[in-house]
């Protein structure tokens, strides 16, 4: 039967905001409720999520704080938007965060699949805005960047910086961010990372929700927790990487580096090369 936590939980109790703690609030209250959900509802929306999101706590707390930390590092450059309104890497890093956010409420709450989708949105928004540096258009407009896998000539690898990366990464790891010249773009680690999360995002066999909770749910399934962990992990690499391609004078700053290794993730090579090699940042 379900039960309440005990108050002296402080996940036991909800608080909301008030109206000045938004950036465009004012000082006047909420109003009343003009459309109160009823109980039963509220209790089939949220009984479920909550007993998941209490074991999934309870469990990988250390995972949870590493995931938020890693947000917060990796958003900390996007302040700079406020001065250069049109950047398209910092465009793309800031709805990356939103993304990361995302991934990790829904990590927290068993929606292990929906988590991995965000992590695949924010592949594809980093590869957009990168596209994007590379064809001098501004963040936020309609145009897109137009990257495509698929092509063996796209323009983020034609930069010359990418193929100095590239030729390096191969030399040490055997492994490029792209695939090599003549080849589809999607022939190298970042590709390959695209595909892992794809899994995931399409609801390929193995991948579903009921494939992973082995049931109706959403139910807390500690093998999915940690396989979306790394997954979120290099996730978060990748984007870094891809961020400091696009705008090579960007700095993350000393506590990603720390971020990074309080995930308890043993990186790829290429991974950790990468990370190092173009963002001078350390995985572990």
Same mark, same amino acid.
């Given at each position: 039967?379900?039960?309440k936590?005990?108050?002296e939980?402080f996940?036991s109790?909800?608080? %909301?905001?008030d109206?000045?703690d938004?950036?465009?609030?004012?000082?006047?209250?909420d109003?009343?409720?003009?459309d109160?959900v009823?109980?039963?509802?509220?209790?089939?929306l949220?009984?479920?999520?909550?007993d998941?999101?209490i074991r999934?706590?309870?469990e990988?707390?250390r995972?949870?704080?590493?995931?938020?930390?890693?947000?917060?590092?990796?958003?900390?450059?996007?302040?700079?938007?406020?001065d250069e309104?049109?950047?398209p890497?910092?465009?793309?890093m800031?709805?990356?965060s939103?993304e990361?956010?995302?991934?990790t409420?829904?990590?927290?709450?068993?929606?292990?699949?929906q988590? %991995?989708?965000?992590l695949?949105?924010?592949?594809?928004l980093?590869?957009d805005?990168?596209?994007?540096?590379?064809?001098?258009?501004?963040?936020?407009g309609?145009?897109?960047?137009?990257?495509?896998?698929?092509?063996s000539a796209d323009?983020i690898?034609?930069?010359p910086?990418?193929?100095v990366?590239?030729?390096?990464?191969?030399?040490?790891c055997?492994?490029?961010?792209?695939?090599r010249?003549?080849?589809?773009a999607?022939?190298?680690?970042i590709?390959?990372?695209?595909?892992?999360?794809?899994?995931?995002a399409h609801?390929?066999?193995?991948?579903?929700?009921?494939?992973?909770?082995c049931?109706?749910?959403?139910i807390?399934?500690?093998?999915a927790?940690?396989?979306v962990?790394i997954?979120?992990?290099?996730?978060?690499c990748?984007?870094c990487?891809?961020?400091? %391609?696009?705008?090579?004078?960007?700095?993350?700053?000393a506590k990603?580096d720390?971020?990074?290794?309080?995930?308890?993730?043993t990186?790829?090579k290429?991974?950790?090369f990468?990370l190092?090699? %173009?963002?001078?940042c350390?995985?572990?």
């Open positions: 039967m379900a039960q936590l005990p108050p939980d996940r109790s909800r608080v %909301v905001l109206p000045d938004f950036a465009v609030g004012d000082l006047e209250a109003p009343s409720p003009s109160l009823d109980e039963d509802t509220w209790d089939h949220t009984t479920l999520p909550t998941v999101s999934t706590s309870n990988h707390g995972h949870l704080r590493a995931q938020n930390d890693l947000t917060v590092a990796f958003s900390k450059p996007v302040i700079a938007i406020l309104p049109d950047e890497i910092l465009w793309a800031r709805d990356v939103d990361l956010y995302a991934a409420f829904d990590f927290l709450h068993g929606f292990y699949r988590s %991995v989708s965000s695949r949105s924010s592949l594809e980093m590869l805005g990168c596209a994007r540096a590379a064809r001098g258009l501004p963040g936020g309609r145009a897109s960047g137009q990257f495509s896998f698929k092509r323009v690898r034609a930069a910086m990418v193929q990366i590239d030729d390096k990464l191969d030399a040490a055997g492994r490029r961010l792209f695939g010249s003549g080849h589809p999607g022939e190298g680690w590709g390959d990372l695209y595909g892992r999360l794809s899994d995931y609801a390929r066999p193995g991948r579903t929700l009921g494939d992973t909770w049931s109706n749910g959403p807390y399934v500690g093998a927790v940690q396989d962990h997954l979120f992990a290099e996730t978060v990748a984007a990487v891809l961020a400091s %391609v696009g705008r090579p004078a960007l700095t993350f700053g990603i720390l971020a990074f290794a309080s995930t308890e993730v990186p790829t290429i991974a950790s990468a190092s090699e %173009v963002c001078g350390r995985f572990v």
